[in-house]
């Protein structure tokens, strides 16, 4: 079993709708959960940390965590053609500080 | 500016030669990594470090090798026995204060390496 799983897409949507992330993790004493966004050829960007169970809202992101499951997502609400990207989902273990475990990526296209 | 400076942007390697990537930060973060991305999958680190003339293996480190002289410098390098060595190489840095560290994990632009 992969440490992290994600769903490798692609997730099509419509310019304007709600895309849904999701992401399972292995380890259920993880702490710390992140989303990177990828666009094609470039290095990953922060987008939203997460580490309490419940959501976490910035503009139109949202990250939702709940440990019990061992479940993180990501929503992106009002969704734009220019958040066509890969989404990565990133876990520190237990025990793994400075060790960052990352999922495969669900690649996202928005369509106009 | 303050950010990672990877070179070079491509890079291509003959069979039975060692190359190496640098990776340069002015951010003034202890702690730097090395990862590798082929397609279709996530990141997988190679090395990591925490502090200068320190480094750990990370979960792929077998090929590779690294070294920490200065604060500011990681470079990787890729040795003739990582035999499947194409792949998007990937150098970040983050703070680190105590035992804990900032996870926020700050990437260079990516060295492309393939094998000729």
């Known amino acids: 079993q992969k440490e992290v799983e994600q769903n490798s897409g692609p997730l099509s949507v419509p310019e304007g709708a709600i895309a849904s992330l999701n992401c399972t993790y292995s380890?259920?004493?993880?702490?710390?959960f992140f989303w990177y966004r990828q666009y094609s050829g470039k290095s990953p960007e922060l987008i939203m940390s997460?580490?309490?169970?419940g959501d976490k809202e910035d503009g139109r992101f949202t990250a939702q965590l709940n440990k019990a499951s061992q479940y993180v997502s990501l929503l992106i609400r009002d969704s734009q053609p220019s958040d066509s990207a890969t989404y990565l989902c990133?876990?520190?273990?237990?025990?793994?500080?400075?060790?960052?475990?990352f999922g495969a990526g669900t690649r996202l296209a928005v369509h106009p | 500016d303050g950010g990672i400076t990877q070179s070079p942007k491509y890079l291509f390697r003959k069979e039975g030669q060692n190359v190496t990537l640098s990776c340069e930060q002015n951010?003034?973060?202890?702690?730097m990594y090395w990862y590798r991305q082929d397609p279709g999958q996530g990141l997988r680190l190679i090395y990591y470090?925490?502090?200068?003339?320190?480094?750990q293996k990370g979960d792929i480190a077998e090929g590779y090798s690294v070294s920490r002289e200065k604060k500011e410098s990681f470079p990787l390098t890729v040795t003739s026995a990582q035999k499947n060595p194409t792949a998007f190489y990937l150098c970040?840095?983050?703070?680190?204060?105590?035992?804990?560290?900032?996870?926020?994990?700050?990437f260079g632009s990516g060295t492309q390496l393939s094998v000729l």
């Open positions: 970040a840095s983050s703070f680190t204060r105590g035992s804990t560290t900032n996870e926020k994990l700050f």
């Open positions: 380890d259920r004493g993880s702490q710390s």
């Open positions: 997460i580490y309490s169970n």
């Open positions: 990133a876990v520190i273990p237990s025990g793994g500080y400075n060790k960052l475990i």
């Open positions: 951010l003034n973060h202890d702690a």
């Open positions: 470090s925490q502090i200068v003339n320190d480094f």
